[in-house]
């Protein structure tokens, strides 16, 4: 059973500051990763979505980067904002996912 | 990308009350959706598969007599609580495959805050 792990659980950042959220997988037999960010009480916002057979991707200040055989995602967040703040979520597979329990983000203005 | 429609937001209700959530894909089909459960300060359960025209898969551990799916259209699938106690309030959310292609991303509604009194 795929059980995927999001280190740290929690982190608190002053803005300005350049961050890596870390995501791993027990079976590196996926189709795709992705990184959703969640606000308190609200849903879910896809940020980057990444193809097994892709390396990373990126969209404005974040780069998100997929090793398959080690099981391994980061999320990069350059620059950070207190608009950044929220709850990021890993995610495995597309049908049945498989979410990691999240890294609760803080940027102190 | 596409877009996923769920209602209600937030619901309450009694205890012993049944409540039925809808997710919609809205501008395209989904022969599956994917129900999911969000306890406070945890992380998404998958809850069932809903499969359009046949029974929903139930994971381990999911009531399938309390938690009613049913897909009736290729953009409909609801999902009901019944006889909802304060244990099950939670935040349900849904999701659509947006294409057949594994690789084609999921999309999901805008999730469901129930909460039972």
């Known amino acids: 059973k795929q059980e995927v792990t999001q280190i740290p659980a929690a982190l608190s950042v002053p803005e300005g500051e350049n961050l890596v959220l870390n995501c791993s997988f027990t079976?590196?037999?996926?189709?795709?990763l992705q990184w959703f960010r969640q606000d308190p009480g609200k849903g879910l916002t896809s940020l980057l979505l990444?193809?097994?057979?892709?390396r990373e991707q990126t969209s404005g200040r974040l780069n998100a980067s997929l090793d398959k055989s080690s099981g391994r995602s980061t999320l990069y967040i350059a620059a950070s904002q207190p608009g950044d703040s929220a709850t990021y979520l890993c995610?495995?597979?597309?049908?049945?996912?498989?979410f990691g329990a999240g890294t609760r983000l803080t940027v102190k203005p | 990308g596409a877009v996923v429609s769920q209602h209600p937001s937030r619901v309450i209700c009694k205890s012993g009350t049944s409540v039925k959530i809808e997710c919609r894909s809205l501008?395209?089909?989904?022969?599956?959706m994917f129900w999911y459960r969000q306890f406070p300060k945890q992380s998404l359960m998958l809850m069932a598969t809903?499969?359009?025209?046949?029974?929903?898969?139930?994971e381990q551990g999911v009531e399938k007599d309390k938690f009613l799916i049913n897909h009736a259209s290729l953009t409909l699938s609801t999902l009901t609580v019944t006889s909802a106690h304060p244990e099950d309030s939670s935040f349900y959310i849904c999701?659509?495959?947006?294409?057949?292609?594994?690789?084609?991303?999921?999309?999901f509604g805008q999730g469901t805050r129930l909460t039972v009194v």
């Open positions: 990444i193809q097994s057979s892709q």
């Open positions: 079976d590196s037999a996926i189709y795709n």
């Open positions: 501008d395209f089909q989904a022969t599956t």
């Open positions: 999701s659509a495959p947006g294409g057949a292609h594994v690789y084609t991303e999921a999309f």
């Open positions: 809903s499969n359009e025209g046949s029974k929903a898969t139930y």
């Open positions: 995610a495995v597979g597309r049908d049945d996912m498989r």
